[in-house]
Every structure is written in C-alpha cells, then in structure tokens.
C-alpha cells in the first residue's frame, strides 16, 4: 500500500512539472549568421545561426532567436554574440521552450 501511495505521488508531482522545462533546445558550436540589435517594434536582440532553421518548436519553421533587453544578462550575450561573429567563434545556445518578442527565447548563451 506505501509504494502505491509513493508511485501515485511521483506522478501527480511530475505532472504539475511545467512542461516547458523539459522543451530545452542545444545548440553547440553555431556561427552567428545574423545579429540585428535594434527593432523598432520591440526592445529585443536578434540574431541567427548558421545551419539552423528552426530555433525551437514553439516557433515552427522560425530560425530566429530573441533576448529581452531587461533579460538578466542581455548586454553581455549581446557582447558575446558580436564578438563571436566578428571574430568567427562559435557560440552555444540553449532555448527553452518560451517566447520572447514574438521569437524563440534564449535562456543562456556560452561563447566556444
């Protein structure tokens, strides 16, 4: 009887689990293709990677990415992003699963 109370536990806590925790996109060793940091008609950063057509599922067929100016840490993967696309590095970027301006959110950005 305490294991069907544990096992009916562990499921109903799995299900109050947002389920876009488990929606995180990698992407490792991507070249910046574009990065735009202005828009008129909303206060992100954009940018592409090379060879990615897709950011993430919540946009189908939408390679492009976003970061929020008031995200925490918007500035500096701005920074990062430029200085990898003008020096040719690779970047890793991981998403999940939100949007941001009306594009794939990006939760954290780490420079190869």
């Given amino acids: ?8 536990f562990v ?14 996109l990698d992407w490792p060793n991507k070249s910046v293709a574009m990065l735009s940091s202005t828009y008129d008609g909303a206060d ?13 599922p919540i946009k189908p067929g939408e390679p492009t990415f976003a970061i929020p100016r008031a995200q925490y840490g ?5 920074a990062m992003l430029l200085a990898a696309k003008l020096s040719g590095s690779t970047v890793r970027v991981l998403t999940r699963g939100t949007l941001a301006c009306g594009y794939a959110s990006v939760a954290q950005i780490m420079m190869n």
């Fill in 1 to 8: 009887m305490k294991q069907k109370i544990m096992n009916a």
């Fill in 11 to 24: 499921i109903c806590a799995a299900a109050l689990v947002p389920a876009n925790v488990y929606a995180m």
């Fill in 44 to 56: 992100c950063i954009y940018f592409t990677l090379q060879g990615v057509s897709e950011a993430d």
């Fill in 74 to 78: 918007a500035k500096d993967a701005y």
